[in-house]
Structures are given as C-alpha cells and as structure tokens.
C-alpha cells in the first residue's frame, strides 16, 4: 500500500513538473511573439507623446516673444526647462531637445527633438552638431593631458552612448552607400592630421548625412563647414 501511494505520489509530481514547464515555455513563446508589436506601439507612444510635448512647449515659446516681442536663447532656455518641469519631460524616450531660430524671424525659437521631430534634416543636422562638439571636446581634453586621439571617443546623444570612431583618412560616407564599412543604422567617424588636430568629421543616419571638414588644418577652429542632405 505504501509503495503504491509513494508511487502516486511521484507520479502526480512529475506531471506537475512537465505542466509546469509547458506553461513557462507556452509563456516565453507568448512574450516572444508579443514583444516586437509592444516595441512598435511603444514607439509610436513616444512619438505622439514627444509631438504632443513639443507643441506645448513651443506654445509656451509663442507666448514668452508675444509678451516683449523678444527672446533670446537663454529666455528660451528658460522656457523649455519651464516645460520640461511642468511636463516631466519632453520627449519620453530620452530625445535631445534644440533651439534653432525660425526662418521668419530672428527673435522666434522653434523646439526640435533629437529623435522624433518631422524635419528629418534638421535633426540630423543638430545630432551631428551635438556629437561634433562633444567630439571637440574630448580631443581637446586628451590632447591637454598629451595623450593620443583616441581610436573611438563615446558621446551622450538622445540620452544615449553613441561611439565614433577614429579613421586614417576621410571617408566619403553617404546614408546606406558605404559597404567597406558595413554602414548600418546611424555611424560617426572622425580623422585628425598630423598633430592630432581634429581634420574631418562625419555623423550619417539612415535618412541623412552631416560632414565636417577642415578647409585648412591650420585654422581648424575656423575652417570648418557642415550641411546635412539626401542622396
């Protein structure tokens, strides 16, 4: 009898067991085949949330020229951390907000996002601009200590680390065109000439490219010229 009921007994265990594994795996394959759409809707939430934001804050922009006719960049400033703090945040997914001045005007601040402005160009154009300067920064830094460029340097972009990376010579990068670099996605990289001075720069997405280049490595801090554009 006792035999029997111990029997039972690890019986009705090990079918339990093997439930209990079928439900985890049924339970993985679920998620598995949830994910990708919960990263779509997720993303799209950001998107409408950060549009939603940015029209509020650039409300708040329109209403800070309207009550003088005039703003500068550090008003604006103001306002959009006045946004932020009112709204938590602007862009939900860690989006880098900029000022750039309106086409109409000179005294009219229009709020871009990093990551999910409609202006593509623009905001291609600002994300090189912002990678640019932290790449100026960090050489200047290693140079200070007299140490070499660096092969890659890590910036923060859209609340993010992002690597450029260091090549010998320019690269003639467009979005989607490069195959000896195996260009997928966003990439940056950077040349310097011979005494370690900052030469050329690139910052490519999939939608743009952005380049830097010296027009003369003896006036680096003032030979510079950049534009984003399409092929």
């Not at 079918?15 to 079928?22: F, S, Y």
């Not at 779509?40 to 939603?52: I, N, P, S, V």
């Amino acid at each position: 009898m006792r035999t029997t009921l111990r029997g039972k007994l690890h019986s009705d265990r090990g079918v339990n067991r093997l439930v209990a594994i079928m439900a985890t795996l049924l339970a993985v394959l679920v998620l598995a085949a949830l994910y990708p759409t919960y990263r779509l809707y997720k993303r799209h939430a950001d998107e409408a949330g950060c549009l939603a934001a940015m029209k509020k804050a650039q409300d708040m922009l329109d209403v800070e020229y309207l009550s003088n006719y005039s703003l500068t960049l550090e008003e604006a400033q103001a306002v959009v951390e006045r946004s932020k703090w009112e709204m938590d945040t602007v862009c939900p997914a860690g989006g880098d907000s900029h000022l750039v001045l309106r086409e109409d005007s000179e005294q009219i601040y229009r709020i871009v996002c990093g990551l999910h402005d409609p202006d593509t160009r623009e905001r291609t154009r600002l994300n090189a601009l912002s990678a640019y300067e932290q790449l100026k920064t960090s050489l200047y830094e290693a140079k200070r200590r007299g140490r070499e460029a660096p092969e890659t340097v890590t910036v923060t972009l859209n609340g993010r680390a992002f690597t450029i990376e260091r090549q010998s010579e320019p690269n003639e990068l467009r979005y989607g065109t490069d195959s000896s670099t195996g260009y997928k996605g966003t990439v940056s990289y950077y040349s310097v000439d011979e005494e370690e001075n900052l030469f050329w720069f690139v910052y490519a997405d999939p939608n743009h490219a952005a380049v830097w280049r010296a027009e003369d490595s003896r006036v680096i801090r003032v030979g510079w010229s950049g534009d984003a554009f399409s092929d």
